[in-house]
């Protein structure tokens, strides 16, 4: 019966008229709605059948006709996967994909949900600086790999708390513990220290305390001149040679960069302020202490403004000890900065690093007393080590930059204020949102909390950089960081 079927379907195809290619591509067009049909039909959902290329419905169609597409949709598959193989024409891709997307439906739905239930939770993240908000500090010991020495857990919990605060005390302290580290370490067998040391000892350290805080540019820089000390050392030297000779290395490195250096800066900068002089500066920095400390020392009388902002009230500690060395001392908050800077005669800043186009990156706010200063036409001047100088570029505070916890922002609970009332919002929202302070910051929409570290100051708010080499232009910074590196 079969073979009298296809005589009889090859013979009604002998005696077909030759079709157009508009005629054939109406006909393959209705073969592929039959396909998806049938298919539908199998998966048990309702089809309406198709009509076929003469225009009866497909239900209704001769069994020849049958044959016939059945014979044709057999040719067209091979085509199909033949040219998804060549080219993966649009006709093979809906061949295979049509399925396959309605199959997926569902998981697409649940897709959705998820990315919904994902910016929900994201809602609290400022997109601007979303890149920044992956360097999350750690919050506990978890995780933290068997090689990290007791001294160094200890410091990634002392700077992550703020006990130890700004560049150069964060730098000292990292290579005191990284020489506490190295005199525990023991070269394990068939290797070299210089190889071993470096890559296996001493990175699961440094990740470490990246984890807690990112690094400031003065511990990087000192970072990358112990690495290098250490590969540079002969293989062939006994280890506890080695080791005595790095902790000899790494106390003069302290010394040098830091100690003394800081000493030559504060009597250069100190030279700056004259009888009667109203120094003004900005939260807290060693060297501007130094500085205002040996001013006094020799003699000279002059006043002093403390300028300080929320959350760390870096401020209040400089204005106390300079209070005890018996100095004048105006403590004044941020809000008041256009009052003051108005009696100030010289402005001293610490700064986070100077960048290779002269700009400050330091404390937040600085940028704005600066901007101040200029205006008012009062001198700044910013003191700096050159071990924080960075072959960096940044033009904003946005690229470059570190994000503390928004917590810190937040008041004791007995101080927080009340969330308003949003006047749009649905009596049951209003209802709830009557009892909540900005400690339940996360579950109120439209809020969100930003806690910045640093800003940039332009190179043209700033008069001179004192460091060791001299006083210099913000436009000398990338001369000072070649000779520095050259030196390290």
């Known amino acids: 019966m079969s073979e009298k079927v296809s005589s009889a379907?090859?013979?009604?195809?002998?005696?077909?008229?030759?079709?157009?290619?508009?005629?054939?591509?109406?006909?393959?067009?209705?073969?592929?709605?039959?396909?998806?049909?049938?298919?539908?039909?199998?998966?048990?959902?309702?089809?309406?059948?198709?009509?076929?290329?003469?225009?009866?419905?497909?239900?209704?169609?001769?069994?020849?006709?049958?044959?016939?597409?059945?014979?044709?949709?057999?040719?067209?598959?091979?085509?199909?996967?033949?040219?998804?193989?060549?080219?993966?024409?649009?006709?093979?891709?809906?061949?295979?994909?049509?399925?396959?997307?309605?199959?997926?439906?569902?998981?697409?739905?649940?897709?959705?949900?998820?990315?919904?239930?994902?910016?929900?939770?994201?809602?609290?993240?400022?997109?601007?600086?979303?890149?920044?908000?992956p360097i999350q500090r750690r919050a506990n010991m978890s995780g933290v790999s068997k090689d990290v020495h007791p001294a160094v857990l200890a410091l990634g919990l002392q700077i992550s708390s703020y006990e130890i605060c700004g560049s150069s005390a964060r730098c000292i302290a990292m290579l005191h513990a990284f020489k506490e580290a190295i005199h525990a370490y023991t070269t394990p067998r068939d290797t070299s220290l210089p190889r071993h040391l470096v890559s296996h000892y001493l990175s699961p350290q440094i990740e470490y305390l990246r984890s807690c805080r990112p690094l400031a540019?003065?511990?990087?820089?000192?970072?990358?001149?112990?690495?290098?000390?250490?590969?540079?050392?002969?293989?062939?030297?006994?280890?506890?040679?080695?080791k005595n000779l790095l902790s000899e290395e790494i106390d003069r490195f302290i010394h040098e960069r830091i100690v003394v250096t800081d000493q030559a800066i504060a009597a250069s900068a100190s030279k700056q302020i004259r009888e009667g002089s109203v120094v003004l500066t900005y939260a807290k920095s060693n060297i501007v202490q130094k500085t205002i400390l040996q001013a006094h020392a020799q003699g000279t009388r002059f006043r002093v403004i403390v300028v300080d902002s929320r959350p760390l009230f870096e401020?209040?500690?400089?204005?106390?000890?300079?209070?005890?060395?018996?100095?004048?001392?105006?403590?004044?908050?941020?809000?008041?900065?256009?009052?003051?800077?108005?009696?100030?005669?010289?402005?001293?800043?610490?700064?986070?690093?100077?960048?290779?186009?002269?700009?400050?990156?330091?404390?937040?706010?600085?940028?704005?007393?600066?901007?101040?200063?200029?205006?008012?036409?009062?001198?700044?001047?910013?003191c700096c080590e050159s071990v924080k100088f960075a072959g960096k570029v940044a033009l904003d505070s946005i690229v470059l930059n570190e994000l503390a916890p928004p917590e810190e922002l937040l008041l004791p609970p007995s101080h927080a204020p009340i969330v308003p009332t949003n006047t749009k919002d649905t009596p049951e929202a209003a209802e709830s949102n009557k009892t909540k302070t900005l400690h339940d910051w996360a579950s109120i929409p439209n809020l969100q909390l930003l806690n910045p570290m640093y800003d940039i100051t332009p190179a043209e708010y700033i008069r001179m950089v004192i460091c060791e080499y001299g006083s210099v232009p913000p436009s000398s910074v990338p001369v000072v960081h070649r000779l520095a590196n050259e030196g390290m």
């Open 217 to 242: 540019e003065s511990m990087g820089n000192a970072i990358r001149w112990l690495k290098k000390l250490i590969i540079e050392i002969d293989p062939d030297k006994p280890e506890h040679e080695a």
């Open 315 to 382: 401020g209040k500690r400089l204005a106390t000890s300079l209070m005890h060395a018996g100095l004048e001392v105006e403590y004044v908050p941020f809000s008041g900065l256009a009052h003051v800077v108005k009696d100030a005669t010289l402005v001293l800043l610490g700064a986070h690093s100077m960048l290779s186009n002269g700009r400050l990156q330091s404390r937040i706010g600085t940028a704005s007393v600066a901007l101040r200063a200029h205006i008012a036409d009062v001198p700044v001047i910013v």
């Open 9 to 133: 379907a090859q013979a009604q195809m002998a005696e077909e008229p030759k079709l157009s290619p508009a005629e054939l591509k109406k006909r393959a067009k209705a073969e592929k709605q039959a396909r998806r049909a049938a298919q539908k039909e199998q998966e048990g959902a309702p089809a309406i059948p198709p009509p076929t290329a003469n225009g009866v419905p497909h239900g209704q169609a001769s069994q020849h006709d049958e044959v016939r597409q059945e014979k044709k949709a057999k040719i067209v598959q091979a085509k199909s996967v033949q040219q998804s193989k060549s080219s993966g024409s649009q006709e093979s891709k809906g061949e295979r994909v049509a399925p396959s997307s309605a199959q997926s439906l569902p998981a697409r739905g649940k897709t959705t949900v998820a990315a919904k239930e994902e910016a929900k939770v994201d809602s609290t993240v400022v997109e601007l600086l979303s890149h920044l908000y």
